[in-house]
C-alpha cells in the first residue's frame, strides 16, 4: 500500500493586525523564557495563574489562535482539544493555561493555553533549504547541526515519524511545522482563525 503523502507549513505566523495578541513572553512569565524555543518541558515554571497581558498594539478579535512576538503558539481550548484527539498528545506537546488580562488589567473572559511541542526531529534538509550554522562551539545539541538562521526551509520528509502531526527541528528547535492533515482538521471544525502558515521553500517571515 502505497503511504499517503503529507505537506507541512511552519507556524506561527503574524495573522495581520486585527488579532488579539500578546506582550512578548520575558522573565515575568518564566525564570528562562528562552527555553520556550528550546521545546523542553517548562509546565513546572508556568503556573496556570500565570498573568500574560495584551500588548498595547493588539488587535481587537480574539480568534481560535493569538498571536505574540516571541512566536508562541497561542490557542484555544477548542483548539487544543481537537490537537489531541488528532494524536497530539500530553506527552507529545504540553498544553499550559495561563491568565489573560487586557491592557487595562481586567481579566478576559477567553480562555488560551500555550502549545509547547516538545518532538524534535532531525530532518532539516541541507541541501535544499537556505540557511546560516551556528559553529560547532555554539551548538546546544553535541553531533547536531544546529541552524543560527533560516531563510528557506525545506525538510526530508523522510525523517519524519508516521505520528508527528506538530514538532520542531532538532537543528533549529525555535521553527515548529504542522502537518497537513492536522491543520485540514482545523479548518474543517472552523478552529484556524488567527493562524497563519506558511508551506516549506518560502521565505521565513
Known amino acids: 500500500m502505497t503511504q499517503k503523502r503529507f505537506s507541512y507549513f511552519t507556524l506561527p505566523h503574524f495573522p495581520g493586525p486585527e488579532i488579539a495578541a500578546t506582550e512578548p513572553f520575558t522573565g515575568r512569565h518564566l525564570p528562562k523564557p528562552i527555553r520556550?524555543?528550546?521545546?523542553?518541558?517548562?509546565?513546572?515554571?508556568?503556573?496556570?495563574?500565570?498573568?500574560?497581558?495584551?500588548?498595547?498594539?493588539?488587535?481587537?478579535?480574539?480568534?481560535?489562535?493569538?498571536?505574540?512576538?516571541?512566536?508562541?503558539?497561542?490557542?484555544?481550548?477548542?483548539?487544543?482539544?481537537?490537537?489531541q484527539a488528532e494524536g497530539v498528545t500530553r506527552e507529545q506537546a504540553e498544553y499550559l493555561p495561563f491568565v489573560l488580562k487586557d491592557k487595562k488589567g481586567k481579566v478576559r473572559p477567553e480562555k488560551y493555553l500555550l502549545i509547547n511541542p516538545l518532538m524534535k526531529f532531525p530532518c532539516f534538509d541541507f541541501e535544499r533549504s537556505e540557511y546560516a550554522l551556528f559553529s560547532e562551539e555554539a551548538t546546544t545539541t553535541?553531533?547536531?547541526?544546529?541552524?543560527?538562521?533560516?531563510?528557506?526551509?525545506?525538510?526530508?520528509?523522510?525523517?519524519?515519524?508516521?505520528?508527528?502531526?506538530?514538532?520542531?527541528?532538532?537543528?533549529?528547535?525555535?521553527?515548529?511545522?504542522?502537518?497537513?492533515?492536522?491543520?485540514?482538521?482545523?479548518?474543517?471544525?472552523?478552529?484556524?482563525?488567527?493562524l497563519a502558515v506558511l508551506p516549506l521553500g518560502g521565505f521565513l517571515t
Not at 480574539?62 to 481550548?77: G, K, N, P, V, W
Open 36 to 83: 520556550t524555543r528550546w521545546g523542553v518541558p517548562i509546565g513546572m515554571d508556568f503556573h496556570p495563574a500565570t498573568v500574560v497581558t495584551l500588548s498595547a498594539k493588539s488587535g481587537p478579535r480574539f480568534t481560535d489562535f493569538i498571536h505574540t512576538t516571541t512566536r508562541l503558539i497561542l490557542a484555544s481550548e477548542q483548539v487544543c482539544g481537537l490537537f
Open 142 to 194: 553535541p553531533g547536531v547541526k544546529e541552524i543560527c538562521g533560516i531563510e528557506k526551509l525545506q525538510v526530508r520528509e523522510d525523517q519524519i515519524p508516521a505520528d508527528a502531526k506538530l514538532f520542531r527541528l532538532a537543528e533549529y528547535p525555535d521553527v515548529k511545522l504542522i502537518r497537513s492533515d492536522l491543520l485540514d482538521a482545523l479548518k474543517a471544525q472552523g478552529l484556524d482563525s488567527g
